[in-house]
């Protein structure tokens, strides 16, 4: 049967699908458009199958505050291919799921994909669809939020990484401290906000393996210059290279990003931050 541009640009801007695509289920449908959803739907949920084993490590991340900037959200939106993730329509549809997810502040990334997208389809459905259309496994990969006083958000690398940062006050100086100390999450991937933030079992963990190092490495030092030596190490590795506080602040390598902040807001404390990147 003949189906007219306008009902094929419409049910396209309610499943994202391609024209041809469109066309194709009203078709099949007869015109009728919700079996012409569920067509474009089983479509793109076959292609998810046949692909579920398929790596999706490459894609974009969004991160994204409020109006208000005490809310973020950030999402990791996976595909396949590279080629895929620089893709206009797959870089906006990651968007309007971060829009969604910010309007929404889902606490899971089920419960992102369980939101309405529109009136036909929910966030998961829309991504099925894009599969559908794009012919590769699409998918909402990680998801996470924060919620403060203040959040700022910081995107890096074109999509690769997205960072939010979460500071106990809130004030226009703060903001631009905020958006500061995001870029060195992006940058220099510590692992805790401070000392007292790291876990004991990982300290021990890295304690361990560096005694039996250096015990190799230096078989005849007594056991206590051993101990202080790795005590020397663990100070650097954790807590000089991976605490945001005590990191070198990268826009001045005179100070560390702790100072920084005092330098802001004496009373300031950054609560916690999340990087996510496409791994």
Do not use: W
Not at 44 to 62: L, P
Not at 214 to 235: C, F, H, S, Y
């Amino acid at each position: 049967m003949k189906v007219s541009a306008k009902d094929i640009k419409k049910l396209r801007d309610q499943t994202g699908a391609g024209m041809m695509d469109c066309k194709k289920a009203l078709q099949e449908a007869e015109g009728d458009f919700a079996n012409a959803v569920q067509i474009l739907r089983k479509k793109g949920q076959k292609i998810m199958g046949k692909r579920a084993d398929r790596n999706a490590t490459e894609g974009v991340v969004v991160a994204i505050t409020n109006a208000e900037g005490n809310k973020g959200v950030v999402v990791n939106l996976s595909a396949e291919t590279d080629f895929v993730s620089k893709n206009a329509d797959f870089i906006s549809l990651a968007k309007e799921i971060a829009d969604i997810a910010i309007r929404e502040f889902p606490a899971t990334k089920d419960e992102l994909n369980a939101l309405s997208f529109n009136d036909k389809l929910t966030v998961g459905e829309r991504t099925v669809g894009m599969a559908g259309v794009i012919g590769e496994k699409i998918e909402i990969k990680k998801y996470d939020r924060l919620e403060a006083a203040q959040v700022a958000a910081y995107i890096h690398m074109g999509y690769k990484v997205g960072v939010l940062l979460s500071i106990d006050k809130a004030s226009e100086d703060l903001t631009a401290a905020g958006k500061n100390m995001a870029m060195q999450v992006a940058a220099l991937s510590p692992i805790a906000v401070d000392k007292e933030d790291i876990p004991a079992d990982a300290v021990e963990k890295e304690r361990v393996l560096q005694l039996e190092m250096t015990r190799t490495a230096m078989p005849d030092k007594p056991e206590k210059m051993i101990q202080n030596i790795v005590n020397g190490k663990l100070n650097k590795l954790f807590f000089k290279e991976k605490t945001l506080m005590n990191q070198q602040y990268v826009k001045d390598s005179k100070s560390t990003v702790k100072e920084y902040l005092k330098s802001v807001d004496k009373e300031a404390k950054v609560l916690g931050f999340v990087r996510m990147d496409l791994a």
